[in-house]
């Protein structure tokens, strides 16, 4: 690695760590030219995931997405962050253990659907709302009796 001080391109790892729980290593260098030491972050290269939205454009995965939705549907509700957060980590593995390079976003949506109905009924609808966009009060009320029954 190229030490940022003087250019010369032959440093050495003095001391490694892992950081961000095992996911990513910080390396402290020092430089065999200047003597400077630096830090330098080392994470795996995940393969980006293209998400398919309803009018066919596409556009890279994104994490906040799904976790505003989320929080917009629990607003008020008796759930914590660290719930939210669960949910959300729960639904973006299942998105990646799915191994596809490209995915629509209603079955993201219907994933987060499954999980969201367990965690609580009223955020469930709610989210259901949104995602299914309803028309009408008819919908609305068939969307309720499926939850029910």
């Known amino acids: 690695m190229k030490c940022p001080f003087c250019g010369h391109d032959n440093t050495r790892v003095v001391d490694s760590r892992p950081v961000d729980?095992?996911?990513?290593?910080?390396?402290?260098?020092?430089?065999?030219?200047?003597?400077?030491?630096?830090?330098?972050?080392?994470?795996?290269?995940?393969?980006?995931?293209?998400?398919?939205?309803?009018?066919?454009?596409?556009?890279?995965?994104?994490?906040s997405k799904i976790e505003a939705g989320v929080l917009r549907a629990c607003h008020k509700r008796p759930i914590s962050a660290k719930q939210v957060t669960a949910l959300v980590d729960d639904v973006e593995n299942e998105v990646y253990n799915l191994n596809l390079r490209e995915i629509p976003s209603a079955r993201i949506g219907a994933i987060v659907m499954d999980r969201i109905k367990d965690l609580d009924p009223v955020a469930y609808v709610r989210f259901a709302s949104v995602y299914r966009e309803f028309k009408d009060v008819n919908t609305f009320m068939d969307e309720l009796k499926k939850f029910i029954q």
């Open 21 to 63: 729980d095992n996911t990513a290593i910080r390396r402290r260098r020092m430089c065999d030219e200047c003597g400077k030491r630096f830090t330098s972050y080392e994470k795996a290269e995940t393969i980006p995931l293209i998400v398919i939205k309803k009018d066919e454009n596409r556009e890279q995965f994104n994490r």
